[in-house]
Every structure is written in structure tokens, then in C-alpha cells.
């Protein structure tokens, strides 16, 4: 095995738009690709172990999405929901013009993955799509059912405002790179919710966890975003621009996949206590509404915890119904990274679905 088959290198490219995107590439030689694409207040480093386990029959690429890591800091139109993000990286793959490539997003990741399988040209083949705890397909907050139907017309509880408003301490922590853990919001506590509860993250995790955090680029164009007053609980609706207000329902939207005349197979991968992506996640506004958290709340009928684990179990249903197959992986006890917390089960099922 050479070098350069088990060692990322740290390659750029100036796309298009003038946006300078900084990726982690691991070649073999291959005509294939698989492309991992990291979530939210993350980067290309959080693949970094995984990386060199990918089968040699592939080259490995892992960019940092505009605003993150190395990337260049340029804003993010949420009008487009994840299409910024995804533009970026179907134009850096289709720069390295392999014959096919396969798809794995994290988190955020997964949406983004999915824009592009709905936005990829002729050149750029999507042979497999891998989601690892994604994002519903109807965005994070303010939907009320399997359907993604939004429990106010201004699509309030979504978007950045959920973190302005309500959690601005992390915000300044963010900017002030602050390594504490004598707050609930200090970044540190907050990486912590990516895994389950009883998963003792080490000292090199934390670390590569917070420089990861502290790459984001912070502000109303990319993270989190702006927002807008509502009327309605929690008093808060998405802006146009950022970060969470790309993954607002309001324009997130991704039901085209259901209509693409060719679907690849798409392996869902989740971990049993995720945390973040659930049913009953301790970010949805509703579920700290429900605790009393949040004055105002208008009751479960309202505006009830965002059922996103039935959300994503729906939509992957429907396109399977549509002459698209997926397979569904619950990886048992971990949380919000399986691939870092339970690394064997979880590449014994990434490698034998990418082949």
C-alpha cells in the first residue's frame, strides 16, 4: 500500500464564483469516488480517520463546505436552501471528472447530498447516495408531521433565530473560541451532544471537535444567519440568509428527488441514540417548549416536537415506491456519529453497500 493511499493531502480549487474550496483528497488511482460531505459547525477533519478505510477502489474527497474549515468565507443565499452548498461541490467534482462517484453526507451533509443528487448534471454520476444521521428532508424545525407540513404559514421555529434569540451565549463563545465547560452553551458541552450519552469522548476528539467549531465562519450571512420577527410561538421566522435558515423548511426543499427518471440506492445509516436528528430532539424548539423552557408555547397540537426520524423513514419510503430502493441501518447505541462511535459496525455497512 503507498503513501498516498493511506495519507490525505490538503488540495484548493477557485470555483466559479470566485469561492476558494478547500478539500481533503486521498487518491488510489480509480476511476470512482466517494465524496463525504460533513453537517453543520463541522469539516472535512471530522472524516479523517474514516477516510483511509474506504475501499482502495476508490479515490476518497472530503471538501469543507463554504464557511467551514479552510474554505473560503463566502455567505450563503438560504433563499436556495442547501443549493449554495451543493453548487460548490458539484462543481469541484465535476473539476476532477471521474467516471462515477458516491455520495455520503453527515448530518447537514445529507441534505446537501441530496441537493446535488437533485442538481447534478450529465457529467457528474451519482452511482450510490449514503445518508449518516441526515437532516430530515423537510429541514430542522417547524413541521408538525410525517409530510413536513409546517405548523405556522411563516414557517416560524425554524432558522437562525432559534439561536440568536435563544442561545446567543453560544454565539459569543463561538467567537470568542472559548475551550470552557463551566456553561451549558459552551462550545465543548455542545460537541458532546453529537454522541450518546455514554460515550467518553477523549482529549484528541475534543480538540479536533473544537477546531472544527471555531473554523465556522460567524455571522447573519453564514453562521447562524438572520432572522425576522413572527406573530407566531416562538416569535422568531427565517431570514434569508445563513447557515440554519438554508435548512428551514421555508425553502428547503427536496421532493424533487421522488421525480429524478434515474435513482440511485441510497443506504440510510443511523444511530439508535442520536440525540440531534430524532423524534424528540433536545434542539427542537418544541421540545423545550413542551419543558417549559420557552414562555409562550401553544401546545403539542399547535406545534409538536418535529417527528424527524418519521420524516426521513416517509420520504425514503415514497422514493423507494417511486422505482428507487434504500436500505436502512440503525446502528445500536450510537448517537449522532456512528461512523466515529461505533467505527467497525459502521464500516462493516458502508463497505458492503458501496461495494
Same mark, same amino acid.
Given at each position: 500500500?503507498?503513501?498516498?493511499?493511506?495519507?490525505?493531502?490538503?488540495?484548493?480549487?477557485?470555483?466559479?464564483?470566485?469561492?476558494?474550496?478547500?478539500?481533503?483528497? *486521498?487518491?488510489?488511482? =480509480?476511476?470512482?469516488?466517494?465524496?463525504?460531505?460533513? +453537517?453543520?459547525?463541522?469539516?472535512?477533519?471530522? %472524516?479523517?480517520?474514516?477516510?483511509?478505510?474506504?475501499?482502495?477502489?476508490?479515490?476518497?474527497?472530503?471538501?469543507?463546505?463554504?464557511?467551514?474549515?479552510?474554505?473560503? /468565507?463566502?455567505?450563503?443565499?438560504?433563499?436556495?436552501?442547501?443549493?449554495?452548498?451543493?453548487?460548490?461541490?458539484?462543481?469541484?467534482?465535476?473539476?476532477?471528472?471521474?467516471?462515477?462517484?458516491?455520495?455520503?453526507?453527515?448530518?447537514?451533509?445529507?441534505?446537501?447530498?441530496?441537493?446535488?443528487?437533485?442538481?447534478?448534471?450529465? =457529467?457528474?454520476?451519482?452511482?450510490?447516495?449514503?445518508?449518516?444521521?441526515?437532516?430530515?428532508?423537510?429541514?430542522?424545525?417547524?413541521?408538525?408531521?410525517?409530510?413536513?407540513?409546517?405548523?405556522?404559514?411563516?414557517?416560524?421555529?425554524?432558522?437562525?433565530?432559534?439561536?440568536?434569540?435563544?442561545?446567543?451565549?453560544?454565539?459569543?463563545?463561538?467567537?470568542?473560541?472559548?475551550?470552557?465547560?463551566?456553561?451549558?452553551?459552551?462550545?465543548?458541552?455542545?460537541?458532546?451532544?453529537?454522541?450518546?450519552?455514554?460515550?467518553?469522548?477523549?482529549?484528541?476528539?475534543?480538540?479536533?471537535?473544537?477546531?472544527?467549531?471555531?473554523?465556522?465562519?460567524?455571522?447573519?450571512?453564514?453562521?447562524?444567519?438572520?432572522?425576522?420577527?413572527?406573530? !407566531? %410561538?416562538?416569535?422568531?421566522?427565517? +431570514?434569508?440568509?445563513?447557515?440554519? !435558515?438554508?435548512?428551514?423548511?421555508?425553502? *428547503?426543499?427536496?421532493?424533487?428527488?421522488?421525480?429524478?427518471?434515474?435513482?440511485?440506492? $441510497?443506504? %440510510?445509516?443511523? +444511530?439508535?441514540?442520536?440525540? $440531534?436528528?430524532?423524534?424528540?430532539?433536545?434542539?427542537?424548539?418544541?421540545?423545550?417548549?413542551?419543558?417549559?423552557?420557552?414562555?409562550?408555547?401553544?401546545?403539542?397540537?399547535?406545534?409538536?416536537?418535529?417527528?424527524?426520524? #418519521?420524516?426521513? /423513514?416517509?420520504?425514503?419510503?415514497?422514493?423507494?415506491?417511486? =422505482? +428507487?430502493?434504500?436500505?436502512?441501518?440503525?446502528?445500536?447505541?450510537?448517537?449522532?456519529?456512528?461512523? $466515529?462511535?461505533?467505527?467497525?459496525?459502521?464500516? #462493516?455497512?458502508?463497505?458492503?453497500?458501496?461495494?
Amino acid at each position: 500500500m503507498s503513501v498516498s493511499s493511506t495519507v490525505p493531502e490538503v488540495r484548493r480549487l477557485k470555483l466559479s464564483s470566485g469561492l476558494e474550496l478547500s478539500f481533503r483528497f *486521498l487518491s488510489r488511482g =480509480s476511476r470512482r469516488a466517494v465524496v463525504l460531505v460533513h +453537517g453543520n459547525l463541522s469539516s472535512s477533519l471530522i %472524516w479523517e480517520d474514516l477516510m483511509p478505510g474506504v475501499p482502495e477502489v476508490f479515490d476518497v474527497v472530503a471538501p469543507d463546505l463554504r464557511g467551514f474549515g479552510d474554505s473560503g /468565507r463566502m455567505p450563503v443565499d438560504a433563499t436556495r436552501g442547501l443549493g449554495d452548498f451543493a453548487t460548490d461541490v458539484l462543481e469541484l467534482l465535476a473539476s476532477l471528472r471521474y467516471d462515477s462517484y458516491v455520495l455520503v453526507g453527515h448530518s447537514m451533509g445529507g441534505g446537501v447530498v441530496l441537493q446535488a443528487l437533485l442538481e447534478a448534471p450529465r =457529467s457528474v454520476k451519482v452511482e450510490k447516495v449514503v445518508l449518516v444521521d441526515p437532516v430530515s428532508p423537510y429541514g430542522f424545525g417547524g413541521t408538525k408531521d410525517e409530510f413536513g407540513t409546517p405548523c405556522y404559514d411563516d414557517y416560524a421555529g425554524s432558522g437562525a433565530g432559534l439561536v440568536v434569540k435563544y442561545n446567543p451565549d453560544f454565539i459569543k463563545f463561538l467567537k470568542a473560541r472559548y475551550t470552557g465547560t463551566d456553561h451549558p452553551s459552551a462550545p465543548a458541552n455542545v460537541a458532546r451532544t453529537f454522541f450518546a450519552d455514554d460515550y467518553v469522548v477523549s482529549e484528541n476528539l475534543m480538540d479536533k471537535l473544537l477546531e472544527m467549531l471555531f473554523s465556522a465562519e460567524v455571522g447573519e450571512g453564514n453562521y447562524p444567519g438572520d432572522y425576522v420577527e413572527s406573530p !407566531n %410561538w416562538p416569535y422568531v421566522a427565517p +431570514g434569508s440568509r445563513g447557515v440554519l !435558515n438554508a435548512m428551514s423548511p421555508k425553502y *428547503l426543499r427536496l421532493r424533487g428527488i421522488l421525480n429524478l427518471a434515474s435513482k440511485p440506492p $441510497i443506504l %440510510w445509516i443511523h +444511530g439508535t441514540k442520536d440525540m $440531534i436528528v430524532s423524534d424528540n430532539s433536545p434542539l427542537d424548539i418544541a421540545v423545550l417548549g413542551l419543558a417549559g423552557y420557552i414562555p409562550g408555547y401553544p401546545g403539542p397540537d399547535k406545534f409538536p416536537p418535529q417527528p424527524m426520524i #418519521r420524516q426521513i /423513514r416517509s420520504f425514503l419510503d415514497e422514493y423507494a415506491s417511486r =422505482s +428507487g430502493t434504500y436500505e436502512r441501518v440503525f446502528i445500536e447505541g450510537a448517537g449522532h456519529t456512528p461512523f $466515529i462511535e461505533k467505527p467497525k459496525e459502521f464500516m #462493516r455497512k458502508f463497505t458492503d453497500f458501496i461495494g
